[in-house]
């Protein structure tokens, strides 16, 4: 189950990174930067600009994502694309379908989960339920159809 909902992830995760990228490289001039970047390594200045800007396109994406998986997960699908491919799905821990709160809930702390080195991720191996940090908080679960 895990190695679904990582698979799952990826194909939600992946598609709204390359669409951020393309947006910053091909609207927001990102591949003057990195060109930059690349031909001026030794470049302080230049490598604290590509920085900031790397930064702002990650932030970006990672808003985008969390915001995906709120309205996705609490809508009526319930589902975002990754795990309905995978036939998997989130629900609380009476088995119903996710509100949005929940989902904003449940992502806000798979987020905060993530934030301290991943540790949050490594919460499985410490409990006997085997449930990552942000279930246990937000009090969802992940199930198959």
Not at 73 to 102: A, F, M, P, W
Request: one cysteine or more; proline letters at 2%; glycine letters at 4%.
């Amino acid at each position: 189950m895990k190695f679904r909902r990582l698979l799952a992830y990826f194909l939600d995760v992946i598609p709204i990174t390359i669409f951020v990228a393309a947006y910053f490289w091909y609207f927001q001039e990102f591949d003057d930067t990195f060109r930059l970047f690349t031909e001026n390594k030794n470049d302080i200045g230049i490598r604290a600009m590509f920085l900031e800007e790397r930064n702002v396109i990650r932030n970006f994406a990672s808003i985008l994502c969390v915001v995906y998986f709120v309205i996705f997960e609490g809508s009526n699908s319930n589902n975002t694309l990754g795990k309905s491919i995978l036939r998997i799905k989130v629900v609380d821990v009476d088995g119903d379908d996710l509100t949005y709160k929940q989902s904003l809930n449940r992502n806000i702390a798979k987020f905060l989960s993530i934030l301290p080195l991943g540790l949050g991720l490594l919460y499985p191996l410490f409990n006997k339920e085997r449930l990552f940090f942000h279930e246990t908080l937000s009090n969802t679960r992940v199930r198959r159809l």
